[in-house]
Nanobody, 118 residues
Framework: QVQLAESGGGLVQAGGSLTLSCAAS????????MGWYRQAPGHEREMVAT?????TAKFGDAVKGRFTISRDNNAVFLQMSSLKPEDTAVYYC??????????????WGQGTQVTVSS
């Protein structure tokens, strides 16, 4: 089974930094894009950042200039800086366009809590 293991969430003061890590494992042929989404209570899940196999990255407007994403094969990292209270959310690792047994699908981690205090 494909599984995504997330780590790095926690409590941080506003203006601080935090790094999230995710590693995909299982019978994966390839993953098109990997990245991070987040969801806060009362809000829809939103894209934070994604990276293709070549390392090309996209960022959500709310985090541009503050977050950096990097990818190493089937692992992805999110470096967050200048954190704001509104960044508080559950962050989910995503493997999008993942080829397993000849078929494509999306896989999600269980989520890791990031809390930014004011």
């Amino acid at each position: 089974q494909v599984q995504l293991a997330e780590s790095g969430g926690g409590l941080v003061q506003a203006g601080g930094s935090l790094t999230l890590s995710c590693a995909a494992s299982g019978p994966i042929f390839l993953i098109d894009r990997m990245g991070w989404y987040r969801q806060a209570p009362g809000h829809e899940r939103e894209m934070v950042a994604t990276a293709g196999r070549s390392g090309t990255a996209k960022f959500g407007d709310a985090v541009k200039g503050r977050f950096t994403i990097s990818r190493d094969n089937n692992a992805v990292f999110l470096q967050m800086s200048s954190l704001k209270p509104e960044d508080t959310a559950v962050y989910y690792c995503a493997a999008l366009g993942t080829i397993v047994s000849g078929q494509a699908g999306n896989f999600w981690g269980q989520g890791t809590q990031v809390t930014v205090s004011s």
